[in-house]
């Protein structure tokens, strides 16, 4: 029987452990998405705590306190540190099943070397150890990352920021990591949202132009794009809740656009209609940019409404959507490649039987030069556990060129979650492993190089050649 979290875990066969350890161990890490504050590596300051490394902003990890019976106050209430800390370690030996038990304890052993299972009986003595670590300089923002082998870091702000901080970290000659801005434009696509006119103030305070059509908002958003190229941006990212596609004239969606600029009520279908003459103009933007485009496709958001109007959006109350997709990104993909416009471009699910969906669309288009310009993205979100991430995989590999997969990201908040990597790689590893002893797959030097690239290598080209 094997030791939990030793050195193998996760690779079950001799060929798994050899690819690792030779190959994708020491591999850097290039963390194309994720929600981590620039203005923390910026400032560099230590932690108080492992509550306030560890667990502020992990909706995952308040979601599953709430399945486990935790009141509020311990997750995003007015608890003491220790209390929400403790109401944690309560839920963690309840978790075997949940990624999160693995991660959890890999943070514990790859940041501050904690080799034991983290429970009631063992919370006391593990917050005290960790927290003496946390004053130490190996522990801070920085060391964090650099302990990691981050190479690159792709952050997730907002278009109406002015990236200050971005600015700062790339003119310190004494931080060697790239930590580059990724524009999320949500507050001007989704319109009907009771935020619209605030975030519309923004943008002409971050502009410097007045907003008030749909030429002003696209003239807003090209400099906005121009702004954050400067700065090093390399991708966008969009959470779509539905990919629905219609061809819609500009007046059509100025008329839309001043329509709510009165504060008039929309319907469904003026909002699908701006939205998709919105994305597509900035498809176009991006594909001028050299940009990747990122599509995040299926999340029902905000379920709880009492729990919405408590704490807002990303709190921990989203789940798996079940709407179509495949005819709405057809024709937006089309739409951009008609228009030689079409830039890289990652597709992301959270409903697995979407799957063979996007595996089979990123073959509908490419470009000579440009080995998978249209990605079928890791398992996300809900999926990024063993099964998802296997499944993902051989989904990929079954419809499309497993080789030129751009491999796994973080998408998450904490500086502790880079350890992800190192889980993916596991899987993946073990995965090949299985097909070589199963003689699916040849064992020679074809699969040191499909790891390497996997775990680094593609994704590192993908979002630098421009």
Same mark, same amino acid.
């Given at each position: 029987m094997?030791?939990?979290?030793d050195?193998?875990?996760l690779l079950n066969?001799?060929?798994?452990q050899? !690819? ?7 591999l850097?890490?290039h ?8 203005q923390?590596i910026?400032?560099n300051?230590s ?7 560890w667990?502020?902003?992990?909706? @995952?990890k308040?979601?599953a306190m709430?399945?486990n019976g ?7 209430g %007015?608890s003491?540190?220790?209390g929400k800390f403790?109401?944690?370690?309560d839920?963690?030996?309840?978790l075997?099943?949940n990624?999160? @038990?693995?991660w959890t304890?890999m943070e514990?052993k790859?940041?501050?070397h ?6 009631? $009986?063992?919370?006391r $003595?593990?917050?005290e150890e ?7 300089p ?8 650099e302990?990691?082998?981050?190479q ?5 702000? %907002?278009p109406?920021?002015? !990236?200050e @901080?971005?600015k700062? &970290?790339?003119e ?8 580059a801005p990724?524009f999320r434009p ?5 319109l009907e949202?009771t935020?619209f ?16 059509t749909?030429?002003?908002l ?7 794009v121009?702004?954050?190229d400067k700065i090093?941006c ?5 959470? !779509?809740?539905?990919?629905v596609?219609t061809?819609v004239a ?5 008329r839309?656009?001043?329509k709510?600029?009165s504060n ?14 919105l994305?597509?103009?900035?498809g176009?933007?991006y594909?001028e940019k050299?940009w990747v485009?990122?599509?995040?496709i299926?999340a029902?958001?905000n379920?709880n409404?009492?729990?919405f109007?408590r704490?807002?959006?990303?709190a921990?109350f ?5 709407s179509s997709?495949?005819?709405?990104l ?7 490649d008609?228009?030689n ?8 699910n959270?409903n697995?039987r979407?799957n ?5 669309m990123? +073959?509908?288009f ?6 998978a310009?249209?990605q ?8 990024d ?7 993902q995989?051989?989904d990929?590999?079954?419809l499309g &060129?497993?080789?030129?997969?751009? +491999?796994?990201?973080t998408?998450?908040?904490s500086l =502790?979650? #880079?350890?992800?990597?190192?889980? #993916? ?5 073990n995965?090949?492993?299985?097909w070589?002893?199963?003689?699916k797959a040849?064992?020679d030097? =074809? ?8 775990g680094y $290598?593609?994704?590192e ?6």
């Amino acid at each position: 029987m094997k030791r939990f979290l030793d050195n193998d875990f996760l690779l079950n066969t001799d060929t798994a452990q050899k !690819l690792y350890n030779d190959i994708a161990k020491d591999l850097p890490i290039h963390d194309f998405h994720c929600h981590l504050d620039p203005q923390e590596i910026l400032e560099n300051k230590s932690f108080k705590n492992m509550t306030q490394v560890w667990l502020a902003g992990d909706h @995952y990890k308040w979601r599953a306190m709430r399945l486990n019976g935790v009141s509020e106050k311990f997750i995003t209430g %007015d608890s003491s540190d220790w209390g929400k800390f403790e109401a944690w370690a309560d839920t963690v030996p309840n978790l075997i099943g949940n990624p999160l @038990y693995h991660w959890t304890h890999m943070e514990l052993k790859t940041f501050f070397h904690v080799d034991k299972l983290l429970s009631p $009986e063992t919370a006391r $003595e593990i917050w005290e150890e960790c927290n003496e670590k946390l004053q130490q300089p190996e522990f801070k923002p920085r060391k964090f990352v650099e302990r990691s082998n981050v190479q690159f870091i792709g952050t997730t702000d %907002d278009p109406t920021s002015m !990236l200050e @901080y971005h600015k700062l &970290l790339k003119e310190d000659e004494s931080f060697k990591v790239t930590i580059a801005p990724t524009f999320r434009p949500d507050g001007a696509l989704f319109l009907e949202k009771t935020t619209f006119h605030d975030w519309l103030e923004k943008l002409e305070k971050s502009s410097g132009q007045s907003v008030q059509t749909i030429d002003d908002l696209l003239n807003a958003m090209q400099q906005r794009v121009n702004y954050f190229d400067k700065i090093g941006c390399r991708a966008s990212d969009h959470g !779509l809740s539905q990919m629905v596609f219609t061809d819609v004239a500009k007046e059509e969606a100025g008329r839309i656009f001043i329509k709510r600029y009165s504060n008039e009520k929309l319907t469904n279908e003026e909002i699908v209609n701006y939205q998709s003459f919105l994305l597509f103009e900035l498809g176009k933007m991006y594909a001028e940019k050299k940009w990747v485009m990122q599509l995040h496709i299926g999340a029902t958001r905000n379920n709880n409404t009492k729990m919405f109007n408590r704490l807002g959006a990303d709190a921990g109350f989203d789940s798996i959507g079940d709407s179509s997709m495949a005819e709405g990104l057809s024709r937006f993909l089309d739409a951009l490649d008609q228009e030689n416009a079409l830039p890289k471009t990652v597709l992301y699910n959270l409903n697995p039987r979407d799957n063979y969906v996007l595996a089979t669309m990123t +073959g509908n288009f490419y470009e000579a030069g440009i080995p998978a310009k249209v990605q079928f993205g890791s398992a996300w979100w809900f999926n990024d556990h063993i099964d998802g991430m296997v499944q993902q995989l051989k989904d990929l590999g079954n419809l499309g &060129l497993l080789s030129h997969f751009i +491999g796994m990201l973080t998408d998450s908040r904490s500086l =502790l979650s #880079f350890v992800r990597h190192d889980y #993916f790689r596991r899987i993946l590893c073990n995965l090949i492993g299985e097909w070589v002893e199963e003689g699916k797959a040849p064992n020679d030097r =074809l699969l040191e190089k499909m790891v390497r690239n996997i775990g680094y $290598e593609n994704a590192e080209r993908y979002f630098t050649n421009r």
